[in-house]
């Protein structure tokens, strides 16, 4: 035991946890008061006592109070009871689909001498934990389970109903190795022990259910009779989970704390260095996600191996940090992904659950929400935004009245859209005439804060521009807002029905997309349409940094910033001259998506 205090091991959690329970004793308590004062008064009158007419009537008065406290108290006991307390929806990865990784945490627990989690999902997360399915709600428990995880020969330490459920991050499945994997769930499994305690699982089962109460008394959708009925209700409930919550706090951290005191003696050299690839998955993950994912969710594509993606990532991530040498060692021993025995259909499915977790989309594939692998990425994904974008662009100049021009500069609506109309339109000499403008830009549809002054370019065309084409964007997305279709999540678990789709998504990825940004990936893709269609440069998928252009086969690196400097200050010139040093021709029609 390390010398980090009591309030920091397993008798501090209890002492937390009784502190729980007491408050939860003195509520009942102060329900219970109304009803003992009216039973010593009608004993006093019973007996002789308390006689006369002032008595009868607090007789009355106390007996009907203390009726409708009780009923009162009973009507919220019984939500705190039955409400459906929150669920992380995962992937149930069932035994003999993972087998080994069954076998590693059952060793796990027996070195460690705790209960066994009874069961194994995975979450698209890098994160790890325990997670109590045991309320009535979450459906009838797996038959057996506490046996069933323990294996033939070996019994349970501490036989409660349901051992808590190892929920695992699946990109550690995919990233870290076999040992790493054991040494950063050695303090998760260890959790278990405390987790036994009857008054630490008594106390988080009450703060679990006023939690859930309050949730059910927020819910909208309820009938408008009982609406103020539910308000009540929850206004009891956050006042009792505000009394516990310090308590409930600190017990969760003993709790921890005494789960990382107890998993010091498995691995705990190589834990040290899994702690290192757990920053570097979660940096690694995020980037995927907000980078190469998403892109595809927005046109109605999910990558279907994102697992098998952050690999390729943070693999990328170290070639080009230089740690390769050190990291092709690493890569040489067992992935844990191996513990699997199918890992390409349980990464399939935690992406698909990503994909909903983190934008919202149906449960199931159909024409408008369908899988993309990675090879397929650059044509089905990388070219098609492009080319949309690009129609984008070209469309709200058109309502913006802007003519097309042919190379000899003359006026004309016959031509197709080229990047030599957006060039000369963002280096026009001062702002844009009236007359070109054409209707007024909508309205912009809000998504939150407004937008301030510098999210805008310097250059007045440009701001016209970004301006109407976020209005765009923002009408186009809200009217393209993904919902749940009300089928079951993926995966097969007790928390199959405890998913509500009209929350979706439950996670959503907001990276800032300011209407100067969003001019600048219209611009961008108009260049790489451009580039394509004249000179034959190829898309591509950069791991971390998701859509790039391929000219000659390499990663064009040096785009980005002469498409700024043509935005905000209006100056083609760093432009124009790359686009002659590769051999693109802005006057050139280009296909649109």
């Excluded at 949309?388 to 709200?396: M, Q, S």
């Amino acid at each position: 035991m390390t010398g980090i205090g009591v309030e920091a091991r397993a008798p501090g959690a209890r002492a937390r946890a009784l502190a729980v329970l007491r408050i939860r004793g003195r509520a009942l308590a102060v329900a219970m008061l109304p009803a003992a004062a009216a039973v010593i008064l009608l004993a006093g009158g019973s007996s002789g006592h308390f006689t006369g007419h002032g008595w009868d009537i607090a007789r009355w008065v106390t007996s009907v109070f203390a009726v409708l406290v009780l009923l009162a108290a009973g009507m919220i006991a019984l939500v705190v009871v039955r409400a459906r307390p929150a669920v992380t929806p995962t992937v149930a990865i069932a035994e003999s689909a993972a087998p080994d990784l069954y076998r590693l945490v059952r060793d796990l627990a027996d070195r460690l001498d705790v209960p066994a989690p009874s069961a194994i999902a995975l979450t698209p997360d890098c994160d790890s934990w325990l997670e109590d399915r045991t309320h009535p709600a979450h459906g009838p428990p797996p038959p057996r389970a506490q046996d069933e995880i323990a294996g033939p020969g070996h019994h349970a330490h501490r036989h409660t109903a349901v051992a808590p459920v190892l929920v695992i991050g699946s990109p550690f499945l995919w990233w870290m190795r076999v040992g790493e994997l054991r040494a950063v769930l050695a303090p998760v499994v260890a959790g278990t022990g405390p987790s036994a305690h009857p008054d630490i699982a008594a106390a988080r089962r009450f703060v679990r259910g006023l939690d859930a109460a309050v949730a059910a008394a927020a819910d909208r959708s309820r009938n408008p009779v009982v609406r103020p009925l539910g308000a009540g209700i929850g206004w009891v409930a956050r006042l009792l989970l505000r009394s516990c919550q310090v308590h409930a706090a600190e017990m969760e951290r003993g709790v921890a704390a005494a789960a990382a005191d107890r998993a010091q003696s498995v691995d705990y050299g190589v834990r040290i260095v899994a702690q290192e690839q757990v920053g570097l998955a979660y940096a690694g993950w995020d980037r995927l996600l907000t980078r190469v994912a998403l892109p595809a969710w927005r046109m109605g594509r999910w990558p279907s191996r994102l697992d098998a993606g952050v690999v390729a990532a943070l693999t990328e991530l170290s070639r080009r940090d230089r740690l390769a040498e050190g990291f092709a060692s690493r890569l040489g021993e067992r992935p844990a992904c191996d513990l699997l025995e199918e890992p390409g259909a349980v990464d399939e499915a935690t992406s698909l659950l990503a994909a909903r977790l983190f934008h919202g989309g149906p449960a199931e594939t159909g024409p408008d929400w369908s899988p993309v692998a990675w090879q397929e990425y650059p044509d089905e994904v990388v070219d098609r935004k492009w080319r949309t974008d690009a129609a984008r662009l070209h469309r709200v100049l058109d309502v913006l009245g802007v003519r097309r021009t042919t190379p000899a500069g003359d006026i004309t609506t016959a031509d197709g859209p080229t990047l030599a109309r957006v060039l000369n339109h963002l280096t026009g000499p001062g702002p844009a005439r009236d007359g070109e403008q054409g209707p007024q830009p909508a309205p912009r549809i809000p998504l939150g804060d407004e937008d301030e002054e510098d999210d805008l370019p310097r250059n007045p065309r440009s701001a016209a521009l970004a301006t109407r084409l976020g209005a765009e964007v923002a009408r186009e997305e809200a009217g393209a807002m993904p919902a749940g279709s009300g089928g079951q999540p993926v995966g097969q678990g007790p928390d199959a029905a405890l998913w509500d789709d009209r929350s979706l998504p439950l996670l959503p990825l907001q990276p800032p997309r300011t209407d100067r940004e969003l001019l600048a990936d219209h611009v961008t893709a108009m260049v790489c349409c451009a580039a394509m269609d004249t000179m034959g440069a190829t898309p591509g998928l950069d791991w971390l940094d998701g859509p790039t252009l391929l000219v000659d086969g390499e990663r064009v690196t040096d785009l980005t910033p002469r498409v700024l400097s043509l935005v905000e200050d209006g100056d083609a010139i760093p432009l124009r001259t790359w686009l002659v040093e590769v051999g693109i021709r802005p006057e050139k029609p280009v296909r649109l998506g």
